[in-house]
T-cell receptor
Framework: RKEVEQDPGPFNVPEGATVAFNCTYS??????FFWYRQDCRKEPKLLMS???SGNEDGRFTAQLNRASQYISLLIRDSKLSDSATYLC??????????????FGTGTRLTIIP | GAVVSQHPSRVICKSGTSVKIECRSL??????MFWYRQFPKQSLMLMAT?????????EQGVEKDKFLINHASLTLSTLTVTSAHPEDSSFYIC???????????????FGQGTRLTVV
């Protein structure tokens, strides 16, 4: 089983629609979680951290379910500019404190006009 | 905010030559930096953890003699791809986290990436 698993998509969604991504992780001791966005041929950039209580930033909502070991990202009122690959990122909490991050393969989203 | 700068952004080299990629933290000190490789339509794969003043820690399957890492200062790590071959062609990205504030879920900042093409 992969450490972090995502549906690679692609998701082709009409502008204005709501889209949701899920991600599962295998290490129950994982400590922190993130969603990153990566545009084509660019470096990843942080979209939002994911907290146990769930968190919202504008049109984006992230949730964490530790019992089921999954993370979700919801995008409401999608815009053309939301087209990108969304990476689920987990910090497994390595004992040496290096804080390595483990990346999912990413979910490709295309917003259609 | 914290910025990580990486260069070159693109390099084309002949098979058998070596290529050096630099990664700098511009406004914070990074005792640890991470080097990733990303093949087309695949995820970022951690290659190694660069530790300032000590040897890098390589992930399983990554040849340390082929991918030389030097982290001589708190703001600079370099990755040298030695004797490059076409299969080494990939997108190489460095990353660092600014722990100055002590937060446990501090954002990882990425360099702009280096697209290496070996011909």
């Amino acid at each position: 089983r992969k450490e972090v698993e995502q549906d690679p998509g692609p998701f082709n969604v009409p502008e204005g629609a709501t889209v949701a991504f899920n991600c599962t992780y295998s290490n129950s001791a994982s400590q922190s979680f993130f969603w990153y966005r990566q545009d084509c041929r660019k470096e990843p950039k942080l979209l939002m951290s994911v907290y146990s209580s769930g968190n919202e930033d504008g049109r984006f909502t992230a949730q964490l379910n530790r019992a089921s070991q999954y993370i979700s990202l919801l995008i409401r009122d999608s815009k053309l500019s939301d087209s990108a690959t969304y990476l689920c990122v987990v910090n497994p909490g390595s004992p040496d404190g290096n804080e390595k991050l483990t990346f999912g393969t990413g979910t490709r989203l295309t917003i259609i006009p | 905010g914290a910025v990580v700068s990486q260069h070159p952004s693109r390099v084309i080299c002949k098979s058998g030559t070596s290529v050096k990629i630099e990664c700098r933290s511009l406004d914070f000190q990074a005792t640890t930096m991470f080097w990733y490789r990303q093949f087309p339509k695949q995820s970022l794969m951690l290659m190694a953890t660069s530790n300032e003043g000590s040897k890098a820690t390589y992930e399983q399957g990554v040849e340390k003699d082929k991918f030389l890492i030097n982290h001589a200062s708190l703001t600079l790590s370099t990755l040298t791809v030695t004797s490059a071959h076409p299969e080494d062609s990939s997108f190489y990205i460095c990353s660092a986290r600014d722990w100055t504030g002590g937060a446990t879920n501090t954002e990882a900042f990425f360099g702009q990436g280096t697209r290496l093409t070996v011909v």
